[in-house]
């Protein structure tokens, strides 16, 4: 009671030394919103203040898209309040908007306007945005063939690793098999196997599926296989003692305890097969990101080079975010896991 | 409501069943020598019987308790429940830990159901997980996974996955070892009336004498490693029972004279 009322009358006793407090709190809600609003609209005019030093198609409606940008940034901030989640996400990432505006003016007038970095290595915003405007068709038919390939190598590889790992896990037999072929070729890296993978395998697409359920198998095996290892033996005497049979072990005790190692292994050999689906793509089968790229740097066109670059670090981040999700999901009963 | 879940329980409830540890004898090989534990241990216990059993730490209790669950196999001698020797673990003998390993992945409902689940008899008898929440007083935590449960309340959790499966001989190893003395003293009392209306034979584990003068009507003290009988005591009182009953403090004094403790308590 006695710090309540305390607290109470600190409060309004404190004397005010802003002069306009609205004014302070404005400044700091909105603020970064406006200058982000101001980046924006700096990087619309470096679009269409200045000639262009080359021939690009979209510099115009770059221009126009900043603007609108802009006012996005401006009225969101401002108005976040009437606005609810969207309006605060907005406010948040207020700052970033800064930065990225600020990036791209810089990068629009040292690579359209004034040249100062080497042209066709360094290209300009706007043509980037004519690779995806002009160059879709092309570029979704890659985004979809490398999806298709990394899904089904990934949940090949993923499949056999789990089971692999829990056999060997839970299994002596399987063990003693299994273990001395994982420690003599797990760790060769999957690119390894690549010349002769493709001329053992019917189809370029088969052994590109190959190696990257071999990429995506290895981690996912190992730790799977360290998750059932690592059960504490408590659990099985508990689930024992109240009438549990061996496949109930396996299933309701080993594999849940075993879960999130299981993640841990789905996400590194997530990153390992990424590596192999580009390689495999740019070696050996004419269709996908990986290959995009290859074509690309054939003809120069540095443009496409990091279209594509921007689309393949989407799709992979996507990737890891689903991943994530599906992991929480199915770890609710875990605390403190990390966000993605 | 708590009334109508003991109704339910009891509704399952088998009597306890007696059991007979015949001379058994247990080592464990340690680095390839040998660590005898048990030495020719032989305890008849009655059906219904609330069985202590006190000893210096590392004796061989806990041990004992594994090979009367059937997850150990003795050396020698024999152990029987109901006249049927003990060769694998089942549910009508459940152990309570001295940690409750409550499972992190379930809930609380779902780790009270643990036993019906895989005896496969889940869907039929989902009310007896209920009764059992109830019965520990747990019922609006059915959803908490573990980790959002105290020490106590982890351990009353694992106290209901046992009972809902209706034990006739309930194994508890310092089940309340690591909780507050508050918390203790209440559970204290919640066993004793648990055992006193649903009948269990209960094997009880502690290193605290006065726990076991106030819960058992029977107390078993073993000597160092490898455990012997060192004593068998009676504790012919009636519950509920007082700690400062001169009676109960004698036999503690007693009791700690066994266990070698005389010239400081
Ligand atoms: N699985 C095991 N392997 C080897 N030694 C063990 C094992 N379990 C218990 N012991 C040993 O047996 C002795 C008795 O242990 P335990 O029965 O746990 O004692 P307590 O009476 O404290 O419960 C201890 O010395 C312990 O180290
Ligand atoms: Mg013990």
Known sequence: ?340 | MVEAAFAEAIAHAAAGAALDIEQVSHAFDIDGAELPVLSEVSIAVEPGELVALLGPSGCGKSTLLRLVAGLDKPKTGTLREDEVRIRSPHPSRVVVFQDPTLFPWRTVWDNVALGLEAQGILKSQRHRVDAALDLVGLSDFRTAYPHQLSGGMAQRVALARALVNDPKILILDEPLGKLDSLTRITMQAELVSLWQRKGFTTLLVTHDAEEALVLANRVIVFSERPARVKADIRVDRPYPRHRGDPYLADLRRQILGLLGLDATW
């Open chain 1, 1 to 340: 009671m006695s710090t309540y009322s305390l607290s109470d009358g600190l409060a309004s006793g404190a004397p005010r030394t802003s002069h306009a407090p609205w004014l302070a709190t404005w400044v700091q809600e909105s603020g970064a919103g406006v200058a982000a609003s101001a980046a924006w609209i700096a990087f619309g005019l470096s679009c269409l203040w200045w000639e262009d030093v080359g021939d690009w198609s979209r510099t115009h409606s770059l221009g126009i898209a900043a603007f609108v940008i802009a006012a996005i940034a401006l009225f969101g901030t401002v108005g976040a309040d009437y606005l609810g989640p969207a309006g605060r996400a907005l406010r948040q990432r207020a700052p970033w908007l800064i930065a990225l505006g600020a990036f791209l003016t810089l990068w629009e007038v040292a690579t359209a306007k004034f040249a100062w970095l080497p042209l066709p290595f360094f290209p300009p915003p706007q043509s980037i945005i004519e690779v995806y405007t002009d160059d879709l068709p092309k570029l979704l038919d890659s985004v979809f063939a490398s999806v298709k390939l990394q899904l089904g190598g990934y949940l090949i590889g993923a499949t056999i690793g789990f089971l692999t790992g829990v056999s060997i896990g839970w299994s002596r037999a399987v063990g003693y098999w299994v273990h001395p072929v994982l420690r003599f070729i797990g760790p060769l890296p999957a690119t390894a196997w690549l010349p002769i993978a493709f001329f053992t395998f019917p189809s370029s697409w088969s052994a590109s599926t190959f190696l990257i359920a071999l990429a995506t198998g290895f981690p996912v095996t190992v730790l799977t296989w360290s998750g059932v290892a690592s059960v504490s033996t408590a659990y099985y005497d508990v689930a024992r003692t109240l009438g549990a049979k061996p496949s109930f072990l396996v299933l309701k005790v080993a594999i849940p305890a075993a879960l999130p190692h299981v993640f841990v292994g789905l996400f590194m050999g997530l990153g390992a097969s990424f590596a192999v689906l580009v390689v495999a793509e740019m070696i050996g089968v004419k269709a996908g990101l990986g290959w995009y790229l290859q074509w690309a740097q054939g003809w120069a066109a540095y443009a496409n080079m990091y279209a594509a670059l921007i689309v393949m670090s989407l799709l992979c981040s996507g990737a890891i975010t689903l991943l994530f999700a599906i992991r929480d999901r199915l770890l609710v009963w875990q605390k403190g896991t990390v966000k993605w």
